[in-house]
Structure formats: C-alpha cells, structure tokens
C-alpha cells in the first residue's frame, strides 16, 4: 500500500478504536440479577462553555421507561477533576425543578421518603472521589424524563496548550460497584457534544485526539467552536469497517466483519465509553503574564478573585545525569488503561539521555524489579525494556505502599532522582493510610511524578503525595494524545522547577487564598489562585522561591476592582477549592470543625460534596422541609452573567501588562497539531486492532 493509504488508513483505525467498547463507563445502573428491566437513555446532550480560565459543562439527558411499570433512574459517571457539581433540574409534569443543596443524610431521608410515596424526587451524591450518581423517581411507565447537570471546573493551560476532558469511562475501580451493578451505557436515540472556547488570547488551532470527525470551526481569533455527534460517528465507523474488511480479504482472510459480531453490533447505539478530550493551542510568541477575573457585585460587599501566574520560560534545563524509577501499576484495577500506561512509558524512555539511567518496578499485590536494578540508557536497553513490557498484563490487587518503598530504598543518594509512579491509585492490599504514605515520604529528599490513570482514580492519595514531595502528578487518558502528554511531562521532569513558592499581596485587604500552601511549580504549569478581598485598588504582588537552591522573587503591581459583575461562577470555584484544601487536611487529621466548615461552604455556595448532596423536590415539598431556593438564585445569576458575556467580545483578563510580572515568552511544546503524532499514535494502537481480526 502507498504511504499516503496507510496515512489515511491509519486515520481511520483511529477513529475506529475511539468507539471500541471500554470495560466500564459511564450509564444507567440496575443492580444485577435483580429481575428489574433495564430502562433506556434516550438522549445525551453535553454543552460546554470555556472562558476566563473557567469551563462549564451542561448535560441534559433524557431517560425513558418502555415497560408497563414505574421504574427509578440511577446514572453515575466520572468526578470530573476539581469540578464542582452546582446543577441538578428534573423536568416534572413538563416544568423544569431546580436542585437544592441539603446535608447529605438529611437529602437522602427526604429522598427515600418522597420516592416511597409515589411523588417526583431526584438526587446527586458523590461516592467518595470516585463518581458523582443522580437517582430519579419515579421514571413513568412507558414515559421519558428529562434531567439536566451542570458542573463547573478550572481550565488550565500547560506548555501553551489547554486540556478539557469530559468524562466518560469511570475506571473500574469501584469493585463493590461493578459487582452490584449492571450499566446500560448506550444512547438509543440522539447524542452530541458542543463546545464554545472564548479566550482572552488566541487560539492556533483545536485538536479532538479520538475524535477526528468532530466538527471544528473558528469564530475568531479569540473563540472557536466544537461539535460532535451520533450522525457524525456512525459514518466514520462504517468507512472503517469497509478498510478492515478490504485489508482482510488483501491478507486472503475473505470473511466478512459480519461474522465477528462483537465488534460490528456494539455501534447500533451511540455508548458512553470514551473520554472526549479537547486540546486547544496558543501561540508561541505569548508573553508570561498574570491574568485576573473578579466577581465584586457590591462595592460594599466582598468580593472574589481568581489569579492566574503563567511563568516565562526562565527555568534552565537539567545538565546533569539523572536516575530514573518508573513503578508501574500493573493491578487488576489496571484493566482497560494498561495498554495506554504501556505507549506513555515507552515514549518516555525513548526522551532519556544517554546520561541517564533508569530502573522499572511492577507493582500488584507484590513488586518486581523488571530491570533488575539500573540500566544505562542505550538504544538497546531501551527497547529491551520495552519489548518486556508489552509481555505484561494487569492482574491481582493493588500494594502501591510496598512498590513506593521498594523504589525509594533503591535510590543513589550520590544522584539526582525522580520517581515517576503511573497508578490509579486504588490502593487495596497492605498499607492504605495516606498518612503512611506521606511518612514515607520524609524518610527521603525526592521528587515524585505522578501520572494519574483513569476518571476514578484515588485523585486524593496521589496528589497529596505528589504535593508533599515537591513533585507534580498528571492526568491521563485513553482518549490523551499520549505523545503529547510525555513531551508536557518530560520538559518539567527534565528543567530546573521553582520550589517553596509563597505569595504575598499588599495594599488591598485579601483572605481566604487558597491554596493555602503552593508548594512547587514546574516549567509550562500555572498557579490559580483564588481569594477573597474587601476594598478595590493597587496591590503589590510578590512571588518567591528556590530555583536550583538560588533565591528567586518576582513581583508586580495590579488593580483589583472595586466592582464587577460578569463572573459570579468564580465564587463557586473558590467555594471548591477551600473545599478541596479542607478535605485535604482531614485525611491526616479528621476534625469535626472541617466537615463542618465544607458543609457550611457547600450550602452556601451550592456543591455537592461526601456531606451534601443536590435534591430535587416540589415546591409544596420544599416548603414542608424548610428548604429554599438559593441555588435556584444562584443559578439565574450565572445564566444571566453568562449571556452578558456572550453578548460581549471576549474580554481581556491580563492584570500586568504595564508592569510585567515575568520575561520573557512562555514555554511551548513545540509543533503543531499535524498528522504526523496523530499517524504515530494510530499506528501504534492500530497493530492491536489488526492483531485482534488476524
């Protein structure tokens, strides 16, 4: 075949696995074995709105009962990261009913209550760090119900490229879960997914890394639009069958795909299986800079702020040789990412220097040393190592506490380290307490990179790990653009970083910043930081730390306004991030005044959390209960901000231009979205598809 057909062919296998079912998604759960029928997802609408560092995310589903009895609804999906779940509305008698944000035992009373006698009652609970579930009852016999979320979630920007993800696979890592529950992840009727990006500098170019068929049209400059759905995959999925069936009958395999009806049958419905992942590109040439958004209604009143520090690209690469531990997870909780784990690491060991050295650990219920102590880097160790690697699968339980000891206990202390853990961190044999962990930790001066597998993964544990040590953790998956991920990761891993970061802001009264404690900041990462502040003005800014033991400061002055009206969602991102600080502390240190302070918090603010939960209910209900309609309010604030902005051009939101902050441009990855990452990437996935109709 010529080079441009395997191009082309290669393109469209691509598209072709981003459908191929996953072991666990997102979907309507029935328990298992219970006689009860499943009911049907009728429609799935996601809406997403990116602007001002922030994103929003809307989901409308439509959830529909053919049997002869009134059935209730129960649909889990992902925690997406750092995002805060503010709306749950369920259309009753053809009205829509707005959530309310109740302590979670007394939501759930109600709940239980309400369903028992027959009346419409919805809920959203969060179980634990792994996903967010909403009940609805009763869903009428032989009738739909409509249901609406909407979430809101930080949009950083890394090496000048953003990331959205909107997720779909839930991980697996939930055993008690999967066992109880059977998911019907399928749409049966329309699915779509849109996306609006309003930036305050420009976009290059957006990329869907296992969505190549979405639509993608720029405004301007500043905003671009993204839409996806079910008419656009069928098509795609269809002109890949027609390929694989062509490339069978070339290798003289002459049946059909018709006769292997576990891949031809799985796309009658649209299923909720694969991540969407959004990249969007910057220019090269952006300056370093601090960008700010506020929320200040009343000059008398408080007001809400989110800084942004997007550093130049003063931090100098590593000279020096450096010794490399990969511990990998290769659990049973492993299943369905392993595969992606496996092309991450075998990219990262083709970008170490011949100075370096490397050592991999695997790690289930016991640690094996795959490398048998260091290996200096070579063409030929690299490969060997590699070719080792793809023999592997994932299996057992999960000691993640005897594979970080392992690894910290082999380290040279005569040679810069770093340990590089890629986990889910479903932590389940031998030791489990964070506080073990982060002990560990301070038995050694090391940095430790963690690369964050799947939607449910034990987000809490590695990132606190990861804080603790000065490191930095990374999310992953399946639907990632794996080399791009590795280059983002090796250029921190591989330059100076700015450690024992501290700011301090004078000249307007600021509290309630958070995150309490910055810790480190590598090269191409972003500080947000979000506060509170009381008069408007001129303040000084002053960001210091260490680069390479030396002292460094940098600082600025900005104004902060007396009033503002056109982002009152950053008063939900704060809300969450203190949440997420004092949920933070409670894992070493359980205090009662914490639950109490983030139950506080997410009432006021309208947050689901472990202690709260959103519950939908009548009018004449909520007045039974006591309950009133401040999220309801909340809510119409936003939306009306929202079509302010709209309505608007897309508003510059950098603070420092007449007194820079930093020199210099900001670090860029480099390229640009072209065909040749998106045709290695497909070759690689694309020699397991082909093997698997061999």
Request: glycine residues 6%; contains cysteine.
């Amino acid at each position: 075949m010529k080079p441009t057909f395997f191009c082309s062919f290669f393109l469209k296998v691509l598209i072709f696995i981003s459908f191929l079912p996953a072991s666990h998604a997102a979907g309507l759960l029935t328990p298992k074995n219970s006689g009860l029928p499943d009911l049907e997802l009728q429609e799935h609408h996601v809406e997403t709105l990116i602007e001002n560092g922030f994103a929003i995310t809307t989901v409308t589903q439509t959830f529909n009962n053919p049997h002869a009895q009134d059935l209730e609804a129960i649909y889990s999906f992902p925690v997406p990261e750092q995002a805060a779940v503010g709306e749950l509305t369920v259309w009753i008698n053809g009205n829509p009913v707005t959530g309310e944000v109740v302590e979670k035992k007394r939501a759930k009373q109600i709940y239980n209550e309400q369903k028992a006698q027959g009346r419409h009652v919805g809920i959203t609970e969060q179980n634990g760090y792994k996903t967010f579930q909403t009940s609805v009852s009763p869903i009428k016999a032989q009738q739909n119900t409509k249901v609406r979320l909407r979430y809101f979630q930080p949009a950083f920007v890394d090496h000048n490229v953003g990331r959205y993800v909107y997720p779909l696979e839930d991980g697996g890592v939930d055993e008690a879960a999967n066992a109880f529950w059977s998911t019907n992840d399928k749409v049966k009727k329309a699915f779509s997914f849109t996306l609006k990006l309003r930036s305050a500098y420009p976009i290059d170019a957006i990329r869907l890394p296992k969505h190549a068929q979405a639509k993608i049209s720029q405004v301007s400059s500043n905003e671009w639009q993204v839409s996806l759905t079910n008419s656009q995959i069928q098509p795609a999925l269809d002109a890949v069958t027609q390929e694989l069936e062509a490339l069978h009958r070339e290798a003289n395999h002459q049946e059909s795909l018709e006769e292997h009806p576990a891949h031809t049958t799985a796309y009658a419905s649209t299923q909720l299986n694969q991540d969407i992942v959004v990249y969007w590109k910057h220019p090269a040439d952006l300056p370093g800079s601090v960008d700010l958004v506020t929320y200040k209604p009343d000059a008398n009143k408080t007001g809400t702020f989110m800084m942004t520090f997007t550093p130049g690209d003063d931090l100098k690469p590593i000279t020096t040789g450096i010794d490399w531990v990969f511990v990998l997870d290769q659990s049973g909780s492993m299943h369905g990412k392993y595969h992606t784990l496996l092309d991450g690491v075998s990219q990262a060991l083709g970008k170490l220097r011949a100075q370096d050295r490397f050592r991999i650990l695997l790690f289930d219920n016991k640690t094996t040393d795959l490398s048998n102590g260091y290996q200096s880097v070579s063409p030929e160790s690299v490969n060997q190592m590699i070719s080792q690697l793809k023999q592997t699968q994932p299996r057992n339980g999960t000691n993640l506490y005897q594979a970080l000891h392992q690894a910290l206990k082999g380290l040279d202390q005569d040679r810069p380290s770093g340990v590089i853990l890629v986990t889910d961190g479903v932590a389940n044999v031998g030791e489990t307490k964070q506080k073990k962990f982060i002990e560990l930790l301070d038995t050694i001066d090391v940095r430790l990179f963690t690369f964050v597998m799947g939607n449910s993964a034990n987000k809490p544990l590695l990132k606190a790990m990861t804080k603790h040590s000065g490191g930095f953790s990374m999310n992953v998956s399946n639907s990632d653009d794996i080399v791009g991920r590795v280059l983002q990761a090796s250029s921190k891993i591989t330059h100076h970083a700015i450690h024992n970061l501290q700011l301090s802001m004078a000249g307007v009264d600021t509290f309630d910043l958070t995150p309490e404690r910055i810790g480190s900041l590598y090269r191409g990462e972003q500080l947000v930081v979000f506060g509170h502040y009381r008069d408007g003005g001129t303040t000084q800014l002053r960001l210091t730390g260490t680069i390479n033991h030396q002292e460094k400061v940098y600082s600025t002055e900005i104004n902060m306004p007396n009033t503002s009206h056109l982002n009152p969602e950053i008063e939900r991102l704060w809300a969450f991030a203190t949440i997420m600080d004092l949920r933070e502390k409670m894992v070493d240190f359980p205090s009662e005044d914490h639950q109490k302070a983030i139950t506080d918090i997410a009432l006021q603010y309208g947050i689901v959390t472990p202690y709260t939960s959103m519950l939908v209910v009548e009018e004449a209900v909520k007045s039974q209960y006591q309950i009133g309609n401040k999220n309801k309010q909340r809510l119409q604030k936003e939306k009306k901000a929202r079509e302010q902005r709209q309505a608007q051009p897309v508003a510059p939101t950098r603070a420092d231009e007449s007194q820079p902050m930093f020199t210099g441009s900001r670090p860029s990855s480099g390229g640009s979205f072209n065909l040749g990452v998106l045709f290695l990437i497909g070759f690689l996935l694309s020699k397991r598809i082909v093997k698997r109709y061999s």
